[in-house]
């Protein structure tokens, strides 16, 4: 009689934590079109936990993108922001810091702390931020997610469905594929700290994973959304309600796996479209933000401030395809994507005006719709060293995309001998060339040697 008392007890004390479990739901389409692949409770409102910093992530991205806010500005870290618990960056109330470690922070790290620090600096509260990111969240077209917060945390009415994340997932890869490799570090510099990635496990252990966001509450269970590329194949997958981190990746692992034979070898990318933008307005917030130093206050295009090293044009007003996002987002993203701490200005420091904008290009072209084009050319930065005709090639690619993403890259890795020089990429029959023009032979020379000590293919071009 005593041990089955026992073992009754026993069944009713466990009984609750099972009941509490979370309800789990799945979620696989082909990123290329849109289309399902796989569902299970798809709709079902449930805790998203950290799977919303993806849309925190999502209108930062944005408020870069419009002039509300720069990678550069300096935020000022609000007590509320300090105080949410871990996962966290270890912010302290009243400190500056760019805004390029709270967007990476909040993306790698799934820092609590800067999640919310993001909100406030871009709607002035994270109330107001939460119902921008629910305003948001309906002109992508998830229709059955509300926020209430930027960071994921429990919340009565903060819930969404695998369907809907996996539509917010998917707006992340094709609205801003500049920031989209931040998702695929293993580690990254947050400025105070460098910071591990929370999804690198899965990130090591699947073939073709690179991203996206992984999340986790008592109330949610073990989320995760993943996306992964294998030749011109691209699966994104959402778990909802996983048991563990490691049950949690390998079901996510299974549904990657049954995308990939799903999907066709080849289909069209109907890209989905990019929801309205209207900033703050309409969310009762003030649209002045008190707590950055630095925030532009009169125009959403800056002044562009004179270097005496380089000039650069005025901006021309963002295009609507993605190639020109690339392009006007270029710098922005490569240095996100260099992982370094933006160079200081070569001007007074009394000056405070904003930093130079990834905004402040010059576009060739702006219609890739029209094919062919014939020798095309996309002019990223203005020389100043008129009658240079000297220059150094970094290669041929298949797509000007890639040309496009080395040449950032490089300028960056290779500052001293690059700079000021003009960046093209020519397109022919053979491929796209990219390469660093407006140099003396000797400047050619030089920067042709120091980028094959390492390891990247060069080639000095003569006057033509």
Not at 102 to 130: C, H
Not at 185 to 200: F, H, L, M
Not at 277 to 288: F, M, R, V
Not at 299 to 308: C, N, T, Y
Request: with cysteine; net charge positive; hydrophobic share 40%.
């Amino acid at each position: 009689m005593g041990l089955f008392l026992i073992a009754l007890l026993c069944v009713l004390a466990f009984a609750p934590l099972r009941s509490m479990a979370a309800p789990y739901a799945a979620m696989v389409i082909d990123a290329r079109t849109g289309e399902v692949l796989h569902s299970r409770n798809a709709d079902t409102r449930l805790h998203p936990a950290s799977l919303t910093k993806m849309m925190t992530l999502y209108i930062a991205f944005e408020a870069v993108r419009n002039g509300e806010i720069t990678l550069d500005t300096q935020v000022r870290i609000t007590k509320k922001a300090a105080a949410e618990p871990p996962s966290k960056l270890g912010l302290r109330s009243g400190q500056t810091i760019a805004f390029r470690y709270l967007i990476r922070a909040a993306a790698v790290k799934s820092a609590n702390d800067a999640a919310t620090a993001i909100g406030i600096a871009i709607s002035g509260s994270e109330a107001a931020f939460a119902r921008r990111m629910t305003r948001t969240a309906k002109a992508m077209g998830m229709s059955r997610t509300t926020f209430k917060n930027a960071h994921g945390l429990t919340e009565s009415g903060h819930l969404s469905t695998a369907r809907d994340m996996t539509t917010l997932g998917r707006h992340l890869l094709y609205d801003y594929p500049q920031y989209y490799n931040l998702f695929s570090r293993q580690s990254t510099n947050a400025g105070i700290k460098t910071v591990p990635n929370t999804n690198r496990r899965l990130l090591a252990a699947y073939k073709g994973a690179d991203g996206i966001k992984t999340g986790y509450t008592r109330a949610a269970g073990f989320n995760l959304v993943a996306s992964a590329k294998r030749k011109d194949e691209r699966i994104i997958a959402t778990v909802f309600g996983g048991k563990s981190g490691a049950s949690r990746n390998a079901k996510v692992a299974e549904l990657l796996d049954m995308g990939f034979r799903r999907a066709p070898s080849r289909a069209p990318i109907r890209k989905p479209a990019r929801p309205a933008y209207a900033g703050n307005a309409g969310l009762g917030g003030n649209t002045q933000v008190a707590s950055v130093s630095g925030a532009p206050k009169s125009s959403l295009r800056p002044i562009v401030r004179p270097s005496a090293a380089t000039q650069v044009a005025t901006a021309v007003a963002a295009a609507a395809d993605e190639n020109s996002d690339r392009i006007t987002n270029g710098i922005a993203a490569a240095i996100a994507e260099a992982d370094i701490a933006p160079t200081a200005p070569r001007v007074e420091t009394s000056d405070t005006r904003p930093a130079l904008r990834p905004d402040n290009l010059v576009l060739a072209s702006t219609d890739t719709t029209k094919q062919p084009e014939p020798e095309q050319e996309v002019v990223t930065r203005l020389s100043s060293s008129g009658g240079h005709l000297w220059g150094v090639n970094v290669g041929r690619y298949t797509t000007r995309y890639e040309a496009e993403k080395i040449l950032l890259k490089t300028a960056l890795s290779e500052m001293t001998t690059l700079e000021g020089t003009l960046r093209k990429v020519n397109q022919s029959s053979r491929g796209f060339d990219a390469t660093f023009q407006g140099m003396t032979r000797e400047q050619a020379d030089l920067a042709c040697r120091r980028l094959q000590a390492r390891n990247v293919t060069c080639f000095m071009i003569g006057p033509s």
